[in-house]
């Protein structure tokens, strides 16, 4: 069974641009969440996707935005970009919504703002 | 590993020996837990998850203890490899969906 992949792996973008990461999670899969991932601040939620509604956010500004779809595949937008942003964007899948049970992470997009 | 900072923890220890990495997490409401190891460019992996009617779970090399009076928990490898080094992340589950909250990590470097 193919594990969840992300693309892209790397982009480098400037400040002020916006970005959209892709997360393909494993078949069968319908819970897609994003973390972001930095030195000062750890792994920190962003926001999970179920049955392409959002069902729980993060503490992030409104510029990172997501959406799913029917297919379960999810994408994060990060608006008017800033050198804070970047990070490691790592998506994670699940079977369920809650109730207990591991996350699958896929291996990240590695997102440089300049 | 993608998460390596300046305040991660570290732990070295000798290929043979026990390992043990702590977690204090901060929501006494918390009721799943995982234990994660991150590889450099690599994402989380699942290592073993516990839950809070639980004090004590095995796996294979592994061990989580859950002590909910301090909110601590504990990862436990035994016979420990070079293959084990890693960043390892506790992470926390209110059944709030799939939020977790991590911890700040442990670098783990065995010594051959």
């Keep these: 069974k193919a594990g969840v992949t992300q693309t892209p792996r790397y982009l480098i973008k400037t400040r002020g641009q916006q970005v959209t990461l892709s997360c393909s999670p494993i ?14 601040q750890g792994l920190q939620f962003l926001f999970e996707y179920f049955s392409e509604t959002q069902r729980n956010k993060g503490n992030f ?3 990172f935005s997501g959406r799913q779809f029917s297919n379960s595949r999810s994408e994060m937008n990060v608006s008017t970009l800033e050198l804070g942003d970047s990070a490691l964007y790592l998506c994670a899948s699940s079977p369920r919504q809650g109730g207990g049970g591991e996350l699958f992470f896929g291996e990240g997009s590695r997102l440089t703002v300049l | 590993g993608e998460s390596v900072g300046l305040h991660l923890p570290t732990l070295s220890v000798q290929e043979g020996d026990n390992s043990i990495i702590n977690c204090a ?3 006494s409401a918390s009721d799943y837990f995982i234990w994660y190891k991150q590889e450099s460019g690599k994402g989380p992996q699942f290592i073993i998850d516990i839950r809070s009617n639980m004090d004590k779970r095995q796996g294979q090399r592994v061990t989580v203890l859950l002590n909910k ?3 601590h928990l504990s990862l436990q490898i035994a016979a420990t490899q070079p293959g084990d080094s890693a960043v390892y992340f506790c992470a926390e589950n209110t059944n709030t969906g799939n939020q ?3 911890g700040t990590g442990t670098s783990l470097t065995v010594i051959p």
């Design chain 2, 100 to 102: 977790f909250y991590f």
């Design chain 2, 69 to 71: 009076t301090v909110k």
């Design chain 2, 25 to 27: 997490y901060s929501n």
């Design chain 1, 61 to 63: 500004p409104g510029r």
């Design chain 1, 27 to 40: 078949s069968g899969h319908r819970s897609v969440s994003w973390y972001q991932q930095t030195p000062g």
